[in-house]
Nanobody, 123 residues
Framework: QVQLVESGGGLVQAGGSLRLSCAAS????????MGWFRQAPGKEREFVTG????????YYADSAKGRFTISRDNAKNTVHLQMNSLKPEDTAVYYC????????????????WGQGTQVTVSS
């Protein structure tokens, strides 16, 4: 059974940093893509960034470019999201997701999801 468990959310002031982690278990993820999505109150879930597990190729939404960095730790089956220069508009629940194949921005094409972790950025 695939499990994705996020951690690392919290409250931070604007301009600060947070590092989210997603621990994956239950299968071999070498052919998988991992994505981070976020959902703010009253808004649709949106793609933030993704990484191809095997190649390490990364993809970013425009809102994340230059501020966020996704990485993976193969030995620990963990994906990290380093978020710097955080803004109040980054406030959302952040979700980790997995799919067999390439990174895509459509959340409907991901098969597995974590429970989410709250990120709140105060102004």
């Amino acid at each position: 059974q695939v499990q994705l468990v996020e951690s690392g959310g919290g409250l931070v002031q604007a301009g600060g940093s947070l590092r989210l982690s997603c621990a994956a278990s239950g299968r071999t993820f070498s052919s998988y893509a991992m994505g981070w999505f976020r959902q703010a109150p009253g808004k649709e879930r949106e793609f933030v960034t993704g990484i191809r597990w095997s190649s390490g190729s990364t993809y970013y939404a425009d809102s994340a470019k230059g501020r966020f960095t996704i990485s993976r730790d193969n030995a620990k089956n963990t994906v990290h999201l380093q978020m710097n220069s955080l803004k109040p508009e980054d406030t959302a629940v952040y979700y980790c997701a997995a799919r067999n194949g390439m990174v895509v921005s459509d959340n409907n094409r991901y098969d597995y999801w974590g429970q989410g972790t709250q990120v709140t950025v105060s102004s």
